[in-house]
């Protein structure tokens, strides 16, 4: 199969629901949503004011690259440029932006049937208000504070980069 050339500023932002997210109409760009032609690769439009819990996805790793706007990742700001990379089953966010961003993100993995790998992260074990608790699982499981900080300190080790 021939590899995939997408213009970004061809493709629409459309209107995107993620679960307990709040502050307006967050959009998304599908630059490649096909995992036989490559990373499914998209552009995140997050609205000004806009909050997304923290959560984790549990099919495979997540990246995001700020490309403009102003970001907080779990409270701290995120400087244009920065790569976010979390792996599957890693805690993170909120992602919160006062004035707005975009985000390119890329993943692994896709949305099947409309099944959205988006598992809201608690420290109580429940869901926030208006988010849908993933299929199956009934109520959110409570994050294991020791297992992020193991999967931190791994992720930070060069020999678990990819490079030595």
């Not at 760009?29 to 995992?35: A, S």
């Not at 490559?38 to 700020?66: D, K, N, S, Y």
């Not at 961003?101 to 869901?127: C, I, K, Y």
Request: proline content about 8%.
């Amino acid at each position: 199969m021939p590899s995939l050339q997408m213009a970004a500023d061809q493709v629409e932002p459309v209107p995107f629901v993620i679960p307990g997210a709040t502050g307006g109409t967050f959009r998304i760009q599908v630059l490649n949503e096909d995992t036989t032609r490559g990373v499914v690769t998209t552009i995140v439009h997050i609205p000004a004011g806009g909050h997304i819990p923290a959560h984790r996805h549990q099919a495979g790793a997540e990246m995001h690259f700020l490309l403009e706007g102003d970001l907080r990742e779990a409270g701290q700001e995120v400087a244009h440029g920065t790569c976010l990379t979390h792996a599957a089953g890693v805690v993170h966010g909120p992602h919160e932006s006062r004035g707005g961003a975009r985000l390119l993100t890329v993943q692994s993995w896709q949305s099947h049937n409309g099944d959205f790998d988006f598992e809201p992260a608690e420290e109580s074990g429940s869901a926030p208000a208006g988010s849908t608790p993933p299929q199956g699982e009934g109520e959110t499981r409570p994050v294991d504070q020791k297992a992020q900080q193991e999967a931190r300190q791994e992720a930070a080790e060069p020999e678990h980069r990819g490079y030595s």
